[in-house]
């Protein structure tokens, strides 16, 4: 890592960690840098900053280096770093505040998985549950990523396993559970592709 | 009493065959269960990373059903099973999130039932009491039991066995007659709802896994959650291949059910031909 001017961030580090910790990244300013986290992460293979340096960043309130950092969407929320922290780190509820602050902000990065969480969330807005085939084809649109797994679609198709999209009664309910959402739920009708709307229905119905 | 039966959205699609091969088995057992009316979904696998109150009050929701009904919730899926205890604990310890989850769902929550996994249920029914039920022994099966992530971890909510060395599902499924091979990546991560956006990853997490089972001499890897199940069924590239069953698919052959009953007929790895070379099916 390059020389770091800490004083740049003075002032800003106490109140980023305190958003962390309020988005569900619990004791995030006690981590002590033992790297039990990252030496037991079985994706850490795959992640070029290490758990525990992206604990560092959010101490530090280096918020553009771990909020752009492509570990916190390689996490796959598997809690062995939370189970294992000497020190009670909420690491893997860190890495999921990071994500809700990263999409809040806007910030564009690992764009396959946001678009798999953004496509994941208008489907329970729009129905109450997740239909995995509407799942799927709109996660293919919104990532371009067109091809992929046709054969396994085609084998499950076949199987029965891809049904069409029902909603469920009470779907008023779980829309208004989104207007607590950051935004007002403005968030979820998200513009993924040019002409491409994923929820249809009025905001907030 | 009985149980409310939340299957998720995942049983409802994809892994229909763990929703037809769990309610074979409470049935058999005589366990009483009832569909949860209207459930929906818990919000796993996004909600928790795109908004922190979503994730608890889209669970919320099912566990206000389940409390007016008076019976404790049960799924077979670990994901739901997670997001599930998840907001069971978060409504319990925080009550300023509480109230404003539960006004807005215009209900009232007090937990007296902690949602439980179907793997708690047949536990809670006795493992010595499932043995007695078994008609066809599933001798000489060689069973790798991986229990993944949701159900054991994180362990302030997710209390099914010891987080890093847990043994309830072998004890579950050597009442069977199968025998479980000692391994070393029962709790290992299968890389989750990464499937989809990091298929490589996915890919690479899943062949170490089946690898691994195959090395301890497991002909088989059983699993209770559907994100599981599919990744090891649909991603695994290693040399040789391994049906992977849930643990009420196992459970159900060896009650003598049907195998078709039981949904053994749509996996991806062939579930049947193991069987078959065994004269199980």
Known sequence: ?205 | MGYAYYPGCSLHGTAKEYDMSSRACLDFLGIQYRELPDWSCCGASSAHSVDHTLAVSLPARNLTLAEQMNLPLMTPCAACYSRLRGAHHALRSDPGLAKKVLTVLGSEYKGRYEPLSILDVLYQYGPEAVGEKVTKKLKELRVACYYGCLLLRPPDYAKFDDPENPGKMERLVETTGASAVDWPHRTECCGASLSLSDTKLVVSLATSIVDMAVRHGAECIVTACPMCQANLDMRQRGRTKLPVYYVTELLGLAFGLEPKRLGLTTHMVNAISLLRAKQLA
């Open chain 1, 1 to 205: 890592m390059n020389h770091l001017n800490l004083s740049r961030y003075e002032g800003e580090w106490l109140s980023f960690a305190q958003t962390v910790e309020a988005e569900g990244g619990k004791k995030v300013l006690s981590c002590y840098q033992c790297g039990k986290c990252s030496a037991g992460c079985p994706l850490s293979f795959a992640m070029e900053q290490q758990p525990h340096q992206v604990m560092r960043m959010v101490q530090l309130g280096l918020s553009d280096r771990a909020l752009q950092s492509p570990t916190i969407w390689r996490c796959a929320g598997c809690f062995t770093c939370t189970t294992r922290c000497p020190r009670g780190v909420d690491i893997a509820g860190v890495m999921s505040a990071l994500r809700v602050i990263a999409l809040a902000r806007n910030v564009r990065t690992s764009r396959r998985a946001q678009a798999f969480h953004k496509v994941f969330l208008s489907l329970i807005k729009r129905y109450g549950r997740i239909n995995e085939f509407e799942l799927v084809v709109r996660y293919k649109l919104a990532s371009m990523n067109l091809f992929q797994d046709l054969d396994l679609g085609l084998r499950m198709f076949m199987q029965g396993k891809l049904k069409p999209p029902r909603g469920i009664a009470g779907v008023r309910q779980v829309r208004a559970l989104f207007r607590h959402e950051k935004g007002g739920g403005k968030r979820s009708g998200l513009r993924l592709l040019p002409g491409l709307q994923l929820t249809r229905h009025r905001e907030g119905v």
